[in-house]
């Protein structure tokens, strides 16, 4: 019902930047919050970032100060800039959103992921 693609993961050194971008399709009624999320193998799926439809966002201390997350409403996409980045940031990162369907039925939804890796 709904589709999550991200894409800009990749390969950088450490002290470098990316940007993340993750675009919603499908039966969208609404949008409300939209998230990032990062899981390391073996590892649990963390919490990365969130921004909600009023633009709220909360960030995990790992990444506040040097990751920025926004939305374009219109575009039904969110972005997360990544900047200073360190090794321990290497991650498949994972973007989430929830909100409501045309039937009125509520999502919440998980993208494929897209590999970052920062080398030290």
């Known amino acids: 019902q709904v589709q999550l693609v991200e894409s800009g993961g990749g390969l950088v050194q450490a002290g470098g930047s990316l940007r993340l971008s993750c675009a919603a399709s499908?039966?969208?009624?609404?949008?409300?919050?939209m998230g990032w999320y990062r899981q390391d193998p073996g590892k649990q799926r963390e919490f990365v970032a969130r921004?909600?439809?009023?633009?709220?966002?909360i960030y995990a201390d790992s990444v506040k100060g040097r990751f920025t997350i926004s939305r374009d409403n219109a575009k039904k996409t969110v972005y997360l800039q990544m900047n200073s980045l360190k090794p321990e940031d290497t991650a498949v990162y994972y973007c989430?959103?929830?909100?409501?369907?045309?039937?009125?039925?509520?999502?919440?939804?998980w993208g494929q992921g897209t590999q970052v890796t920062v080398s030290s």
């Open positions: 499908g039966s969208i009624l609404s949008i409300g919050t």
């Open positions: 989430n959103a929830d909100g409501l369907l045309y039937t009125g039925i509520p999502y919440n939804s």
């Open positions: 921004i909600t439809s009023g633009g709220r966002t």
